[in-house]
């Protein structure tokens, strides 16, 4: 590498030597106005802080795990000769944490006590900001996640065991604070105001490496990856130990926390994310003041609404929040919500996404009244409903059991055979209406739907009947898309199809 790297500087030289003279003025001129970060850093750096959290393990049994009749000094011999490196530090023997018992830190472990029960383990190390004078600091849930201890250490070397306020793993963003006075703070920048292109930079600890900062440039906004949060992509370098850092504007303001990366090997490939800090400032002032994060919910399974079932129904662009399933007796359901709507506003604020509902009804108090706006069978409702709190997860149960369905072969021009479907069965889904498929061939299987799959409405038309959905079918125009409302499960969706010729 070095001889290379010789040879290639030498190369230079003697093409430089060979050049003819230029005026010096064309060589003076400015290659182009890159940011300088310099100023940035010095003013925002002593505000982020390292995060190391320990948990306690037991010094039961052997020794670290060695195998008999061998000790941490035979292990250490074996590693200095063929690896050339120390032993990697044992859970009975963890050092002291950095900075002493400065600033209250507490000490790791106790080494000289070979019947100590418990000692610290160091469990994860990531990043930080500081909120507020008086010691509370902003990170990511997953950074002190099952943390027994959460140690801070500032920039002047200042090491703090920190007070866990609260975390809300929804948003994967969490509060500690540690006992100190006139601490350097960060200025809250406005995240609705970032836009596409413009300069960025991370502060953190990659792998440890405390006050490390990088820069790159805003690549996307409201990047939709299954979350609830739309998050803000940029190109900065942000690997493990960055999380739970600071992503800084030119301004010096913090506009999002360094939470996430794409990876194919757990190390950075180009694309990082960041939570909003406006959505992080609303859960942190909630934790802050009990320590926990309260939403709201209308208790609805949506989906996404793609340009096919947008194009079926009339809708003028795909947009909105499609109800795959309603909680029966919940908010929602109280309101007249069906399967199949689509959500299209909240508020009078429009839902372009999915992700933007629970994000517009989580962050309405319980108890509010409030109107949603649905596009069912081609118009538009005004429905009221009543916020409730939001609950930890239900598994819903779907019924499995299933009535003998006769055996028929798929005929229609979408590619499905139905039948009627037992009153009892219906009671039991709490069915109004609906057919079952028997079977599926050509476009009914192209599109994935399945033996078992429940139609409800062809188009704007409720199906009450096998007969029914014969004769509606028979009449469809092979030229344009259908969207059939199908209930699998505990899920109901839009499936768009295209009608075969009625000939095939």
């Known amino acids: 590498m070095t001889t290379f790297s010789v040879r290639k500087f030498l190369a230079a030289a003697v093409v430089a030597a060979c050049l003819p003279l230029v005026p010096h003025t064309a060589s003076a001129a400015p290659a182009a106005n890159l940011p300088d970060f310099t100023d940035l850093v010095d003013k925002v750096g002593p505000a982020v802080v390292n995060i190391r959290t320990t948990t306690r393990v037991s010094n039961s049994g052997a020794r670290g795990g060695l195998p008999p009749g061998m000790d941490d000094g035979d292990m250490s011999e074996f590693f200095r000769r063929f690896f050339g ?27 000289d006590s070979p019947d100590n029960s418990d000692s610290e383990q160091n469990s994860g190390v990531g990043s930080g900001f500081i909120l507020s004078a008086d010691g509370y600091v902003m990170t990511n849930a997953h950074v002190v996640d099952d943390a027994d201890t959460i140690y801070v250490t500032l920039t002047d070397k200042r090491e703090f065991k920190a007070k866990l306020i609260g975390v809300d793993d929804r948003t994967d963003v969490a509060v500690v604070k540690i006992s100190a006075a006139n601490l350097p ?53 942000v690997n493990p130990g960055n999380s739970g850092g600071p992503l800084i504007n030119m301004q ?30 609303r859960v942190a002032d909630q934790l802050k003041a009990s320590g926990k994060v309260v939403r709201g919910r209308i208790a609805v399974a949506i989906g996404e609404v793609t340009k096919d079932v947008a194009d079926s129904l009339g809708l003028p662009k795909a947009q909105g929040a499609l109800v795959s399933s309603v909680e029966p007796g919940g908010p929602a359901d109280k309101a007249g919500v069906q399967p199949g709507d689509i959500i299209l506003k909240f508020n009078g604020h429009s839902v372009d996404t999915a992700t933007d509902l629970p994000r517009m009804v989580g962050d309405t108090k319980p108890g509010t009244k409030s109107t949603i706006t649905i596009w069912r069978k081609g118009q538009t409702r005004d429905l009221p409903v009543t916020i409730a709190e939001m609950q930890p997860d239900k598994t819903a149960k779907a019924d499995e059991k299933k009535a003998p369905v006769p055996k028929q072969r798929a005929t229609n021009v979408l590619g499905l055979a ?48 096998a007969k029914q959905f014969d004769d509606l079918t028979s009449h469809l125009d092979p030229q344009k898309m259908v969207a059939l409302l199908v209930r699998r499960g505990e899920n109901t969706q839009f499936v768009p199809i295209r009608p075969r010729s009625a000939q095939k």
């Not at 002493?100 to 507490?106: H, P, Q, R």
């Not at 010096?252 to 960041?274: C, D, P």
């Open 418 to 465: 139905v039948s009627d479907i037992p009153a009892d069965q219906m009671k039991a889904l709490k069915l109004h209406n609906g057919v079952q498929i028997d079977a599926v061939d050509g476009p009914a299987v192209r599109v994935g739907l399945q033996k078992g799959d429940i139609v409800l409405r062809v188009g704007d038309t409720d199906i009450t009947s």
């Open 185 to 237: 703070t960060i200025t809250i920048g406005d995240s609705n105001k970032v836009r596409v292109g413009e300069w960025v930079v991370a502060i953190g600890s990659p792998f440890g490496l405390e006050n490390t900062v990088t820069a790159g440039i805003v690549s996307a906004k409201g990047r939709d990856t299954g979350d609830y949060l739309p998050f803000i992509q940029t190109d900065v370098a």
């Open 252 to 281: 010096g303001e913090v506009i999002g926390i360094n939470s996430q990366i794409y990876s194919r090997t757990g190390g950075f490939m180009g694309i990082s994310f960041a939570i909003p800090i406006d959505e992080a400032m």
């Open 85 to 111: 490196i120390p032993l990697p530090q044992s859970p009975q023997s963890p050092g002291t944490p950095r900075g002493g018992d400065n600033g209250g830190s507490g000490s790791g472990g106790n080494q």
